[in-house]
């Protein structure tokens, strides 16, 4: 399956923006499938991901509450809601797929499937 992330920007602090992750070559609703981001030298960090189905969601601590991921299998789509954005949300968002369809993994070396990313800034 082939990833592309899109819909990043740059933002003032506490405006939403909506990230969205598109699949082509396979269904997207056989995947688990996750954000991670990545800040000028820091380490991939996970965000969230939901299971296949859509129906169980998983967030990383400093996002919940804030982030909200949906999936649309019909349209092989992902999206990332982001609200109230602070300035460390600031990052490259990447979408990740997993086959593994049991469990919503925070880690990145467990996601096979990758799109390339899309920058957010948020500045004050």
């Known amino acids: 399956v082939q990833l592309q992330a899109s819909g990043g920007g740059s933002v003032q602090v506490g405006v939403s923006l909506t990230l969205s992750c598109a699949a082509s070559?396979?269904?997207?609703?056989?995947?688990?499938v996750a954000w991670f981001r990545q800040a000028p030298g820091k380490e991939r960090e996970f965000v969230g991901g939901?299971?296949?189905?859509?129906?169980?969601?998983r967030y990383a601590d400093s996002v919940r509450g804030r982030f909200t991921i949906s999936r649309d299998n019909a349209m092989d789509t992902v999206h990332l809601r982001m609200i109230a954005l602070k300035p460390e949300d600031t990052a490259v968002y990447l979408c990740a797929a997993s086959p593994n369809v049991v469990t919503i993994n925070s880690l990145p070396a467990l996601y096979n499937y990758w799109g390339q990313g899309t920058l957010v800034t948020v500045s004050s």
């Open positions: 070559g396979r269904a997207l609703s056989s995947y688990t």
């Open positions: 939901i299971n296949w189905k859509g129906d169980r969601t």
